[in-house]
């Protein structure tokens, strides 16, 4: 069965601190996303990777940064956690040059920003 | 520019009652388009997406949609709920020549006993 696994269910962290939510598919997928997900906002792309050290920025990059030195796997940075930063964030890949296919999603990060 | 529009945030119905939740887009490209569902603490799971041809679109989990290029609209449809069917249902779009698959805000499904 095809996956996307996210490192943390729920993760509790403090202002400044700097986090790392880590996301590892197993479909040899090119493509990977990060979203954040609010209620009443949908999801909101905050970066995109179509190979391995290549990165786009989403809608909302800022006081995010991302990492992919492998191709199983996709890292979101928050640099300096704020509170505003608290919320559900999910990973997702497909397949390269095939927006006709699905993405595949991980269950999701629940992110607390004390 | 592609945008997704779900008008409905919530919607409740009785168990074994039909149920619609609407979907509209707008794009100046070919479309592609998905509903996804999403079950408490998870992430999304696909129901169903229409690449081309038919227009009607039958999915898992007895759920269906019907593409409508004239109104740009992809409904949800399913004839008769189940409690198991409370969850979140978003609409997405994506198209040729763009990396991106735009989704819409969601539509909680609450069926009742």
């Known amino acids: 069965d095809v996956k996307v696994t996210q490192s943390s269910r729920y993760l509790v962290k403090r202002t400044g601190e700097k986090v790392f939510l880590e996301c590892v598919q197993d479909m040899d997928h090119e493509n990977m996303f990060w979203y954040r997900q609010d209620p009443g906002l949908g999801l909101r792309l905050i970066y995109f990777?179509?190979?391995?050290?290549?990165?786009e920025k989403g809608d909302i990059p800022e006081g995010y940064s991302v990492s992919r030195e492998k191709k199983e796997r996709f890292s979101l940075i928050l640099e300096s956690a704020s509170t505003n930063q608290t919320s559900m964030y999910l990973c997702?890949?497909?397949?390269?040059?095939?927006?006709?296919?699905?993405?595949?999603f991980g269950d999701g990060t629940r992110l607390s920003i004390l | 520019a592609q945008s997704v529009t779900q008008l409905d945030s919530q919607v409740p119905v009785f168990e074994e009652a039909p149920v619609e939740l609407r979907c509209n887009y707008s794009?100046?490209?070919?479309?592609?388009l998905f509903w996804y569902v999403q079950y408490p603490n998870q992430g999304l799971q696909l129901l169903l997406k229409?690449?081309?041809?038919?227009?009607l679109v039958k999915g898992i989990n007895g759920f269906e949609a019907e593409f409508n290029k004239s109104q740009t609209s992809f409904h949800l449809r399913k004839p008769s709920v189940h409690i198991s069917d409370t969850a979140e249902y978003f609409c997405a779009v994506s198209g040729s020549g763009t990396y991106k698959y735009i989704f819409g805000t969601g539509t909680r499904l609450k069926v009742l006993a």
């Open positions: 794009s100046s490209v070919s479309v592609y």
């Open positions: 229409y690449l081309s041809g038919s227009t």
């Open positions: 997702a890949s497909s397949s390269i040059g095939r927006f006709d296919q699905p993405q595949h």
């Open positions: 990777s179509y190979d391995v050290k290549m990165k």
